[in-house]
């Protein structure tokens, strides 16, 4: 019987599981089983729980943890979206300094054979510093929201939009005064959430609220102690997909 593969994907700052009919990796799992397939190749595709703000060192660990609750042997392949990538270089990382049990950590990670990340930021990311901040992590709070409201909906409705574009084109005003306007706007596009859907946005925020330390570690200030504490583990193959967008508008 032919050995199985294990693929495992995982998210990005900010990232989840799933939030009503929003899947994280949209269609992904569906491509990654046809490829496996035309290559005569037993796949298992899993997705990593994470903490979606916490620390790379405790996102990491998230990995080891998903990886030994699911597969007892087999090659892995870990697949990573922007920060992802981050916590799966960490992971394979030979010796990684995890919190976790040594041998039972390596005995994991020695069987991986591919890491790929998509959109990571392994030179830093220099708007973090302004996110690592109090209004910065409230900011992101808020395009969370609207972005999840934009998956779930199609887009934003125009009278969101509208409040949205006021926000932003006045965020120098709101520096150093209280967040309420923020606070204000991010009730309103929460409450046109059904019940169900409310209470899963709810237990996302309170999730990302609860530890953010993840912000301040990727400035490239951040992510260059990190590419000196990391290190290819031989025999993994390591790919690096880099995207490019339009500017972001209205639109879009």
């Known amino acids: 019987m032919p050995e199985k593969h294990h693929v ?8 989840f599981d799933a939030i009503g009919a929003i899947t994280y990796f949209h269609h992904v799992r569906e491509l ?3 490829r496996f397939a035309e290559a005569g190749l037993s ?3 899993h997705d990593v729980g994470t903490s979606p703000t916490a620390s790379i060192r405790r996102r990491a660990a998230v990995v080891y943890e998903s990886i030994r609750a699911t597969s007892e042997s087999g ?17 394979v990382t030979p010796n990684a300094a995890l919190k976790i049990d040594a041998e039972a950590l390596e005995a994991l990670s020695s069987r991986v054979q591919s890491v790929v990340t998509v959109a990571t930021p392994n030179h830093g990311a ?24 934009t998956m779930e909906y199609g887009k934003l409705p125009v009278s969101v939009a509208i409040e949205a574009g006021r926000v932003i084109t006045r965020l120098d005003d ?3 005064l209280e967040s309420s306007i923020l606070d204000q706007f991010y ?19 309170e999730s990302i609220s609860g530890d953010t330390a993840a912000l301040g570690q990727l400035t490239p200030g951040g992510i260059d102690l990190l590419n000196a504490a990391t290190e290819d583990r031989p025999g993994v ?8 967008a339009r500017t972001p508008g209205w639109q879009t």
């Open 174 to 176: 709101y520096f150093g």
């Open 32 to 34: 990654l089983q046809s």
């Open 126 to 149: 220099p708007v973090a510093a302004f996110f690592s901040s109090a209004m910065g992590a409230q900011l992101l709070r808020l395009i969370s929201l609207t972005t999840i409201y």
């Open 43 to 45: 796949v298992e595709i």
């Open 75 to 91: 090659p892995i392949h870990l697949i990573g979206h922007s920060t992802g990538g981050l916590d799966a270089r960490l992971f």
């Open 187 to 205: 009730e309103q596009v929460f409450d046109r959430f059904d019940k169900d859907r409310q209470a899963k946005v709810k237990r996302y925020v």
């Open 237 to 244: 193959r390591y790919g690096c997909v880099v995207m490019k």
């Open 8 to 15: 495992y994907l995982i998210p990005g700052l900010f990232g």
